[in-house]
């Protein structure tokens, strides 16, 4: 078998902790087919990225191609390198994570090079007959869809869903050889990114997070999220939404959670007026405990919450801040 590849994708210089979740990944399927595992790191200005995390995490290697044409979110330039560096390398399979990128790169490189390609997996495991079998949930997690690659089908291209696995304890003895990479062009790229807006926030990433606290239509407006905002700064949280409070313009879309928007596993998460469509439950059904605080009592989100509150959220959202304040406090 041949490398098992992992698209590492730095932000301000470190890797997220899905990138080190893919490389568990990549390790236990490598032990299976006999392979080594790459991180594969594109960008550009990569001198401050810490690659040696990478090879603590598992890789065996990490290849990196730095390139002013490599900016955050260049996905025609991204793809179009990776299908160079595919080429040379012949990698089994690839793993991305399920993000922006990797959902915009992923197909496209499937498509450039003829092969077939599976988004938001959350398994993995080997098998005789097809070399490996990918699991999805898709249908907000009603279902499980197991899915193999043809023979001829390489590399398997896969998005990997965050939180999904493990990461491995990272290994400080373990080093990997960083080498640097080249191709020739980046072809017809079509695209140009006029500009990335980011906005800082002293919360945990949302994708990331272990307590997710969200809110929905029935925060009734704007200062409804203050409440919301509360709870998660007490419980050291990020902060959701749903579609509608995005659509009304209550807060921003980076927190939008859905089928949509992003995809959170976190072990806590706390609706509150949400009333639990399919299509934001897309989007948070993976979480392991789900709490819903609503004053109706028929909702949807009742039939999938682990624990439910019937209440006004202005009532009920308060009382759960100040105890969970007051534990804190008796804690320290």
């Known amino acids: 078998m ?4 992992v698209y590492a ?10 990138a080190f979740e893919m490389l568990a990944v990549a390790r236990r399927m ?3 087919g006999g392979a080594d595992v790459s991180a594969v790191v594109l960008g550009s200005g990569l001198a401050d990225a810490d690659t040696a995390a990478l090879g603590a ?12 044409a490599l900016g955050a979110c260049a996905v025609e330039a991204h793809a179009a390198a990776l299908e160079q560096l595919v080429a040379s390398h012949e990698p089994d399979a690839l793993l991305f994570a399920d993000g922006a990128m ?3 790169v992923g197909p496209l490189l499937a498509q450039r090079l003829d092969t077939g390609f599976v988004a938001d997996v959350v ?7 097809a070399g490996f079998v990918f699991t999805r949930e898709p249908y907000s997690g009603k279902v499980q869809a197991d899915v193999a690659f043809a023979a001829d089908a390489r590399p398997m291209i896969a998005t990997v869903r965050p939180k999904a696995f493990e990461p491995a304890a990272p290994d400080p003895t373990r080093h990997a050889p960083v080498v640097a990479q080249q191709v020739d062009g980046f072809g017809d790229v079509r695209q140009t990114v006029a500009d990335v807006v980011r906005k800082a926030s002293g919360r945990v990433e949302l994708t990331e997070a272990d307590v997710v606290v969200s809110g929905g239509r029935g925060v009734k407006g704007a200062d409804g999220f203050a409440l919301v905002e509360e709870l998660a700064d007490v419980l050291g949280a990020a902060v959701g939404a749903s579609r509608p409070a ?4 209550w807060i921003d879309i980076q927190y939008q959670v859905g089928q949509t928007g992003k995809t959170v596993a976190p072990s806590l998460y706390i609706a509150c007026g949400i009333s639990g469509s399919i299509q934001h439950m897309a989007g948070a059904a993976a979480s392991k405990c789900i709490v819903a605080v609503n004053r109706d009592a028929q909702a949807d989100i009742f039939k999938v919450a682990d624990y439910g509150i019937v209440a006004d959220l202005f009532e009920a959202v308060p009382l759960l801040t100040e105890a969970f304040r007051a534990r804190a406090a008796k804690a320290s």
């Open 2 to 5: 041949a490398g098992i590849w």
């Open 9 to 18: 994708e730095p932000k301000r210089g470190a890797f997220p902790r899905v």
């Open 30 to 32: 490598a032990r299976a």
């Open 57 to 68: 995490a598992g890789a065996d290697a990490v290849l990196v191609l730095d390139d002013a």
């Open 102 to 104: 990797g959902l915009a």
């Open 123 to 129: 398994a993995v495991e080997a098998d005789d007959e």
């Open 246 to 249: 995005v659509d009304e313009g």
